[in-house]
């Protein structure tokens, strides 16, 4: 059965002393004058001697002579200091704090990561894979006097501190022993998931990415695939056909709007306006927040980090509307015909010549060639292809041509 203690070192119970009102002397005067006899029971977390049971205040408690620690059962905090604290009395943002660890053996909750180094119910040795950091409003300041990470007895398992030469539980030399895994950081006071137990063999990592992945990796080859699987077939020419156009553009007024730095040379008409172009980021204040971090020898250290915040402000700038005189495509002349009409460009005439408005100009040109095929099966087709090739294409000649297999459509590439 748990039991529910909590277990404070001596620079945490002096803060509990003081918050009660009661002087050290007082203290000091009521373990001297202990009539009661060492609990048995009940030994030090701290350096394992016994905890001595003096009344103060009304209370039994158990205080250790030698380090200091004092053990608070279940409701003494909050009686002790009137009210004034819980169980556990709250810190400040900012410190170093212990560690919080359950007994996996007597499922004893809450024993201090760095004071409780074996559990003050069954005296199990403590498991620094258990540690966690503790929830807001329940932290315990440490004492931060001893640095350097914990250490693994290569005997026992129990975990040391890293300044120890010789194992607390079992006095076995600590050379060769391990450093303990530290916890993530935890930011913002969201909670680090604790290290898992060690595992009986390699994590198994999970198959489906790597099947969806491969599945769609496939799908895109078999389409792939398909898209350029073709057979051999046979296609006979059965007809040409060309088509050459000549563009014409018509100058004349064009209306268009942007920023005004952009405005184009001979534009007229302008009008302007303010409008919003872009943002700009402005400092505004800071956002702080708080980062704990595993100190590895059963505390932690909240340290108060600050960064700073931005917003975004408009910026503004003039915006134009205006007109320009540009050259624009406006119409196409066209001539077409078959094998037996020579290709020619279309005759350009009627144009307005001139540079004012209204005048027109001839502009790009463009020309097509196309062959008509058949297949065996009565299949048409299509291709456009160079003129020379048009030109070498008779009518009713046999091709070897290469088709889809999906869709049945030509590969025009390989017309020749």
């Not at 037996?340 to 790009?364: I, K, Y």
């Not at 003129?387 to 590969?411: N, P």
């Amino acid at each position: 059965m748990a039991c529910r203690v909590w277990y404070a070192d001596w620079a945490v119970t002096q803060q509990l002393f003081e918050v009660a009102g009661i002087a050290l002397g007082e203290v000091k005067a009521a373990v001297e004058g202990a009539s009661l006899t060492p609990d048995a029971m009940r030994p030090c977390p701290g350096c394992g001697k016994r905890l001595t049971r003096f009344r103060l205040a009304g209370l039994e408690l158990d205080l250790c002579n030698d380090c200091g620690t004092t053990a608070f059962d279940a409701g003494e905090v909050w009686r002790l200091t009137g009210g004034k604290l819980g169980d556990a009395p709250r810190q400040a943002k900012a410190g170093v704090f212990e560690l919080l660890w359950d007994c996996e053996h007597c499922d004893t909750k809450n024993l201090l990561g760095k004071t409780n180094r074996y559990c003050p119910c069954c005296g199990a040795p403590q498991d620094p894979r258990r540690r966690r950091f503790p929830p807001p409003g329940e932290e315990v300041a440490a004492n931060p006097e001893y640095e350097g990470s914990d250490a693994s007895c290569p005997a026992c398992g129990t975990a040391n501190g890293a300044k120890a030469r010789h194992c607390r539980h079992c006095g076995s030399p600590m050379d060769g022993s391990a450093r303990v895994a530290r916890l993530a950081d935890q930011l913002n006071g969201r909670a680090a998931a604790p290290a898992p137990p060690a595992a009986s063999g390699p994590a198994r990592k999970a198959r489906w990415p790597w099947v969806a992945g491969a599945a769609l990796a496939m799908l895109c080859g078999v389409c792939g695939v398909a898209a350029l699987w073709t057979r051999p077939s046979k296609a006979t020419v059965t007809g040409h056909a060309w088509r050459r156009v000549i563009d014409v553009e018509r100058f004349g007024p064009e209306r268009n709007s942007g920023w005004c730095d952009g405005l184009p040379a001979g534009a007229y008409d302008v009008t302007r306006s303010r409008k919003q172009r872009s943002t700009k980021p402005v400092a505004d204040g800071e956002t702080c927040g708080t980062r704990d971090v595993d100190r590895g020898d059963g505390t932690f250290e909240r340290k108060q980090e600050c960064r700073p915040k931005y917003r975004d402000e408009p910026v503004f700038d003039e915006h134009c509307a205006w007109t320009v005189d540009r050259w624009k495509k406006a119409r196409e002349l066209e001539a077409s015909g078959d094998l037996r009409t020579p290709p020619d460009w279309p005759p350009v005439t009627g144009l307005r010549a001139g540079t004012s408005a209204g005048s027109e100009r001839p502009g790009a040109r463009r020309e097509t060639y196309t062959v008509s095929l058949t297949g065996p099966g009565g299949e048409a087709w299509t291709c456009d292809v160079d003129e020379g090739r048009w030109r070498s294409l008779s009518e009713g000649r046999s091709l070897d041509v290469a088709v889809r297999v999906l869709g049945g459509g030509i590969e025009c590439g390989s017309v020749r």
